[in-house]
């Protein structure tokens, strides 16, 4: 049972697709009210993403909105990501990173990085616990700014939470790795950013910025796409995703 949990995890990423359940009522997607034990009729099913998201509501563990936004990157970024070992930087409760851990037999280890472990995290690790107990081992926790973060070779990078700068820095730690990344960048830093001001005047800063780590990402030899999720779960929707390319060594 256990193994056909894990096939079905691996193989069906569009079951984790939650918002189109929801799509009926889009005034849930954005909500940050959180689980409650009574809202797991909203996750029916037998799948592994369905019994997760219920052992959540049972925890009172997160709340949809930021149930949505991890299970949106994470479907679209896992196969760009996916590695032995991925970090979620400023990982806040860690969902994005343990998604990992639980659906991607590849990844073997799954660093959360942040500066303070809040009470969610723990509460998250053990709605993982509770269906899919392989996960949590995989799972470390680092206390540590992102400025003195180090990522061993090869490491996939999530960044959902990685506010301003902090997303550049998340952008360099995956380069310096070879690793893939996949980022929804919010709160840009309009004026202490490095992208070029003419293209702020004329694009946007907004998307002077992601175009700008867009190139950065490029001339490090990586493909980069630009994915969105829906604006219902969060205006700031945008998400970068870019894979390391294979040397011919490889």
């Keep these: 049972m256990e193994e056909r949990s894990i096939q079905e995890g691996v193989k ?7 918002h189109r359940e929801l799509s009926s009522r889009p005034s849930l997607h954005g ?25 959540l509501c049972e925890r009172r563990a997160t709340c949809i909105k930021e149930l949505l936004e991890a299970t949106e990157v ?17 990982c806040g409760h860690g969902l994005a990173g343990i998604l990992f851990a639980i659906f991607e037999r590849e990844v073997e280890r799954v660093h ?30 680092r206390r540590e700014q992102l400025k003195r973060t180090t990522l061993e070779p090869g490491t996939g990078v ?4 990685a506010c301003g700068l902090r997303t550049d820095r998340a952008i ?13 960048p919010c709160c840009r830093p309009h004026r202490g950013h490095p992208a070029p001001e003419g293209l702020k005047l004329a694009l946007g800063a907004d998307e002077a910025i992601d175009v700008h780590r867009t190139y950065a ?14 604006p ?6 945008r998400v970068l995703i870019a894979s390391a390319r294979r040397t011919s060594g490889a």
Aim: aromatic letters at 6%.
């Design 31 to 55: 909500s940050r009210n959180t689980l409650r034990p009574e809202d797991a009729r909203l996750f029916p099913g037998d799948s592994l993403p369905a019994a997760f998201a219920r052992a």
């Design 112 to 141: 959360l990085v942040d500066r303070e472990r809040p009470a969610s995290a723990d509460l998250i690790l053990k709605a993982a616990a509770d269906v899919a107990p392989w996960a949590p081992p995989k799972v470390e926790w």
């Design 12 to 18: 069906a990423p569009e079951k984790l697709r939650f």
């Design 172 to 184: 360099e730690l995956a380069v310096e790795a070879g690793g893939g990344i996949a980022a929804l």
């Design 158 to 161: 999530v960044a959902i939470h």
């Design 74 to 90: 994470f479907a679209l970024a896992r196969k760009a990501v996916r590695a032995p070992a991925v970090a979620d930087l400023c």
């Design 217 to 230: 990402l490029e001339r490090a030899g990586h493909r980069v796409r630009w994915k969105s999720i829906v």
């Design 232 to 237: 219902t779960i969060s205006p700031m929707n």
